[in-house]
């Protein structure tokens, strides 16, 4: 009996269910950061229609009633200067537009600039005109440079001090057609090269010729080759009496484009050689790479030798170039 009451003795099993209330899991999670996010969203609409000035919040009405209307005659609907978050100021509750802490300071800055700008361009220029008296004086002391006196023409225009050396009828600086310096030009470019010495500016040269055309035309050895060829040949002359070569920025011929005497293009005097000692303002504006705007180094030169109207030369007779 005791055998079979064991045999009948239940077999209990207990089983553990996992995953209790799995008829929402974590999705109450999902749902409260929706509902935060939401009121996030809620107050700051409410900020922003609280610190919104009133012609804005009609802009905005007026955007949502009729929005091509605004999008297209403007307004304050379409983000005017009105926004009282010009700028970035921090008083949000002032209804006008603020601006920057820095805009004042620059303000204040820029007229300094231009200020400072003004006063280096003024002692540039006080410094060209001291050298203008100098080399003066020079001609006038010099027994050598005085009878060439009439042949010296010295002026300030807006990029420098200009020094023009022309030819008179009866003594040429160069033969006709050649680019040989004569020995009165040779002491002449030599005195102003050592005058030139004590001023750290930067120096341009250029060539003239008058208009008589050479007979091969333009198209073989031509004026334009001649007033260079002269021009490169002052510089030399310059490089002897100990200027510093670092200081020529440039070297051009501008054969008869540019006459001295405008009505008389075969005059003695369109024949010349001119020596511009530049100012700071356009020395840099010569060597600041420019935009996009094809300036040949001719017309920059005519610029400096301050351009008047060219006069051409096809309808004159042939003589001998000079």
Known sequence: MAEKGKQLQPIIIKRIKKGGHAHHGGAW???YADFVTAMMAFFLLMWLLGSTTQGDLKGISDYFNTPLKVAMTGGSGSGDSTSILKGGGKDISRDTGQVKKTDSKDKKQKPDMEAAKAELERQDQ????????????????????????????????????????????????????????????????????????????????SGHTDA??????????????????????????????????????????????????????????????SIIVMNKRAAEAVLRPGPAIDITDAARAASLDQQIPAIGAAALPAAAPR
Do not use: C, H
């Open 29 to 31: 999670k999902i749902a």
């Open 212 to 273: 008589a055309p050479y007979s091969s035309g333009e198209r073989g050895y031509s004026n334009w080759e001649l007033s260079a060829d002269r021009a490169n040949a002052a510089r030399r002359e310059l490089i002897v009496a100990g200027t510093d070569e670092g200081k020529i920025l440039r070297v051009v011929g501008l054969a008869a484009s540019v006459p001295f005497v405008l009505e008389d293009p075969l005059d003695a005097r369109n024949r010349r050689i």
């Open 126 to 205: 006080a410094k060209l005109a001291q050298l203008k008296r100098r080399i003066e004086d020079l001609i006038t002391a010099s027994l050598t440079l005085r009878q060439f006196q009439n042949q010296i023409q010295l002026d300030l225009t807006m990029d420098g001090l200009r020094i023009q050396i022309v030819d008179e009828k009866n003594r040429p600086m160069f033969d006709s057609g050649r680019a040989v310096v004569k020995d009165y030009t040779r002491d002449i470019l030599r005195e102003i090269g050592r005058a030139l010495n004590d001023v750290e500016n930067r120096i341009t040269l």
